[in-house]
């Protein structure tokens, strides 16, 4: 079984703060993917990163960055500098190798206040 | 760039009523991947298809059918429809050489009155 947690329901800041998001993930699998998506208001996923599990290697574009680890099952997402039209809902999913269908956490909701 | 369409964009319809939804990958992509996103949810699995053939298959009803077309395109029929349908339904598509990577359409807002 496969399980992507996301604690954060709502996160809070002001514009130009930098914010945090939290993915812990659970998967038997030793081959898997993981992903970032963004859904502003308008409601349509934008896809933000992929990483697969053998590269560990931590990414940044832009005012974005990625922190993959391993060790605790982890792949946290920063908004450095957020801006208001950071605001929206940001999924955490998981997805394995020969069964490529995502399995997506709760969500976090991230709210930019000018 | 061509993307994944999904028609209609928005879709009204009254309890026990029927609806399918339609979506049209990208050129050259082989396989359709359908998701349910409920009001303040995360997207759910329904179904998928490769070539044609369902693939796998998630938490889909009885009462939702669906099946991938000769041109790959994908329709997902939906019969004696509930309040709790209502939903966004999201299409994706993934091509042969990447199949880990899902292009997500625009989604079908389905409202159950």
């Known amino acids: 079984a496969q399980k992507v947690t996301q604690a954060q329901t709502e996160i809070s800041v002001v514009e130009k703060e930098d914010v945090t998001l939290d993915c812990v993930y659970e998967?038997?699998?030793?081959?898997?993917?993981l992903f970032w998506y963004k859904q502003p208001p308008s409601g349509e996923l934008v896809f933000l990163i992929r990483?697969?599990?053998?590269?560990?290697q931590n990414e940044i574009s832009g005012r974005y960055s990625w922190n993959f680890q391993k060790s605790t099952s982890s792949f946290n997402f920063t908004i450095t500098a957020s801006q208001v039209v950071d605001s929206a809902v940001y999924f955490c999913?998981?997805?394995?190798?020969?069964?490529?269908?995502?399995?997506f956490g709760a969500g976090t909701t991230v709210t930019v206040r000018a | 760039a061509a993307g994944v369409i999904q028609s209609p964009r928005h879709l009204i319809k009254e309890k026990r009523e029927t609806a399918t939804l339609k979506c049209y990958p990208i050129p050259r992509h082989d396989t359709v991947y359908w998701y349910q996103q409920g009001p303040g949810q995360d997207p759910q699995f329904l179904i998928s298809f490769y070539e044609k053939m369902q693939s796998d298959k998630g938490s889909i009803p009885d009462r939702f059918s669906a099946q991938q077309f000769s041109d790959y395109h994908s329709e997902l029929n939906m019969s004696s429809l509930e309040l709790g349908d209502s939903a966004l339904y999201f299409c994706?598509?993934?091509?042969?050489?990447?199949?880990?990577?899902?292009?997500f359409g625009p989604g079908t807002r389905l409202t159950v009155t």
């Open positions: 990483r697969n599990s053998f590269d560990e």
């Open positions: 994706a598509s993934s091509r042969p050489d990447n199949s880990y990577e899902q292009y």
């Open positions: 998967t038997r699998d030793t081959t898997y993917y």
């Open positions: 999913a998981l997805s394995h190798a020969n069964d490529y269908k995502l399995s």
